[in-house]
């Protein structure tokens, strides 16, 4: 039943872990798990204006939308996944991570391209 773990595959289950919760709790091609858990409710702030915002109905929503919930969870399938059925388990493991990784690249990558516009826009007005 216990696999021995090495490095590789512990990283791999970290980044698919991380992707998959993402994919679960943000991206838009699962709204539609999202949606049958929320309700919108009007939020009035102290300024006197409103706002209306989508908020879980029950705990599975809270679940849905908790970035920190749905990690835990994530996390114990794709392990337990990997532990019990590692030939279905695996090629879902290697696919998120690979996604994972990359979402991660493309962060770094999308905040030091918005800081040179930053800077490059500054540079102007001081011209």
């Known amino acids: 039943m216990l696999r021995e773990l090495d ?10 872990s991380y992707r ?4 679960i709790v943000f991206d838009k091609i699962t709204e539609f798990i999202r ?3 929320m309700k919108k409710e009007k939020i009035q702030h102290e300024d006197g204006s409103t706002e209306i915002k989508k908020v879980p109905k029950s705990k599975f ?13 994530s996390a114990m399938f794709l392990a337990l996944g990997y532990l019990f059925i590692p030939k279905i388990a695996m090629p ?5 991570s690979i996604a994972g990784a990359q979402a ?3 962060t770094f990558v999308g905040v030091g391209t918005k800081a040179i516009d930053l800077l490059s826009a500054a540079k102007k007005r001081m011209d």
């Not at 929503?61 to 970035?67: Q, V």
């Open 92 to 96: 879902f493991i290697f696919i998120f």
């Open 20 to 23: 998959f919760t993402h994919l």
């Open 104 to 106: 991660i690249l493309e």
């Open 7 to 16: 490095w590789m595959t512990y990283i791999m289950i970290i980044l698919a």
């Open 61 to 73: 929503g809270y679940l849905l939308n908790c970035y920190w919930c749905a990690g835990v969870w």
């Open 35 to 37: 949606n049958p858990f």
